[in-house]
């Protein structure tokens, strides 16, 4: 069970956009529509930013959206604002009741 | 509001067994539908699934860690166990425990994490 591929690492200026992919296989997240995403700041616990593709738990910005297609699953965060910086992992659902996340992204806003 | 609050002994010796519990406020361990999960992080590192519970006591764990992993529950506790035996230096790392009430993936409330270090 291999993690997801994530890039290591991704930026942008503030008021952009800035997308993160997600790469599994078709027995993940090319076979469930159970992909979650975290915010991680440092020294912090993981915050669930999307839920189930492209849900947004409540109290979460509409500058998060979530995506997939295949199996690759994407967050795009718009309006970039530097409280963004963090780190955003990737989750799936793996079958037989198992869950993989991702290696991690890290995000810096410029 | 629900809160989940880590406890563990800090240090663990080579091959003894990491043991760490999850107390659950705010609401009970037993509420119908939710999972409740461990996971972990090496320090510097990402974060890796160990296991989830269902309330209903089923378990499911990682499959990579499944011979050395125990989940439990203790209702009257209102707590979540977390056991990982023969231990190694890669087992290091913060330990978070998590609930999701939707999906086992979707963990929307976690504790603050609490840090084990394998050491001799």
């Known amino acids: 069970q291999s993690a997801l591929t994530q890039p290591a690492s991704v930026s942008g200026s503030p008021g952009q956009s800035i997308t993160i992919s997600c790469t599994g296989t078709?027995?993940?997240?090319?076979?469930?529509?159970?992909v979650s995403w975290y915010q991680q700041h440092p020294g912090k616990a993981p915050q669930l930013m999307i839920y189930?593709?492209?849900q947004r738990p409540s109290g979460v910005s509409n500058r998060f959206s979530g995506s997939k297609s295949g199996n690759t699953a994407s967050l795009t965060i718009s309006g970039l604002q530097a409280e963004d910086e963090a780190d955003y992992y990737c989750?799936?659902?793996?079958?037989?009741?198992?869950?993989?996340f991702g290696g991690g992204t890290e995000l810096t806003v410029l | 509001q629900l809160q989940l609050k880590e406890s563990g002994p800090g240090l663990v010796k080579p091959s003894e067994t990491l043991s760490v519990t999850c107390s659950v406020s705010g609401g009970s361990i037993s509420t119908r539908g939710y999972y409740w999960g461990w996971i972990r992080q090496p320090p510097g590192k990402g974060l890796e699934w160990i296991g989830s519970?269902?309330?209903?006591?089923?378990?499911y764990y990682n499959p990579s860690l499944k011979s050395r992993v125990t989940i439990s529950v203790d209702t009257s506790k209102n707590q979540l166990s977390l056991k990982l035996s023969a231990v190694t230096a890669a087992d290091t790392g913060i330990y978070y425990c998590a609930r999701s009430q939707s999906s086992q993936d979707a963990f929307e409330i976690w504790g603050q994490g609490t840090m084990v270090t394998v050491f001799s």
């Open positions: 989750c799936s659902y793996a079958g037989f009741s198992s869950v993989m």
């Open positions: 519970l269902y309330y209903s006591g089923s378990t």
């Open positions: 078709s027995s993940d997240v090319g076979s469930y529509s159970l």
């Open positions: 189930e593709v492209s």
